[in-house]
Nanobody
Framework: QVQLAESGGGLVQPGGSLTLSCVGS????????MGWYRQAPGKQRELVAV???????NYADSVKGRFTVSRGKGKNTVDLQMNSLKPEDTAVYYC??????????????WGQGTQVTVSS
């Protein structure tokens, strides 16, 4: 059974920092893209940052220069270092692992989500 376990959410003041961590189990994550999405109240879930299986990274324009995504050596962990946090970063953050479509099946997994609240 594939599982993604997130940790590190919480309440932080504007301008502060927070690190989210995600640990995957149950499959070989080295062939997966792993990253983070977020969903604010009343809004659609959006991509925040992703670390691809090939070693590249992609970020939403709104977080470029403030957030950093990184994979662990075992490739089954992904962290999101968030700096200079703004109130608009407040959302539930979800870890995602996407292995693409293989023989007609899309291997895509989600964590349970962790709340990040940026407020004074």
């Amino acid at each position: 059974q594939v599982q993604l376990a997130e940790s590190g959410g919480g309440l932080v003041q504007p301008g502060g920092s927070l690190t989210l961590s995600c640990v995957g189990s149950g499959t070989f994550f080295s062939v997966f893209d792993m990253g983070w999405y977020r969903q604010a109240p009343g809004k659609q879930r959006e991509l925040v940052a992703v670390s691809t299986s090939g070693g590249s990274t992609n970020y939403a324009d709104s977080v470029k220069g403030r957030f950093t995504v990184s994979r662990g050596k075992g490739k089954n962990t992904v962290d999101l270092q968030m700096n200079s946090l703004k109130p608009e970063d407040t959302a539930v953050y979800y870890c995602n692992a996407d292995g693409g479509v293989v023989l007609g099946k899309h291997y895509n997994y989600w964590g349970q989500g962790t709340q990040v609240t940026v407020s004074s």
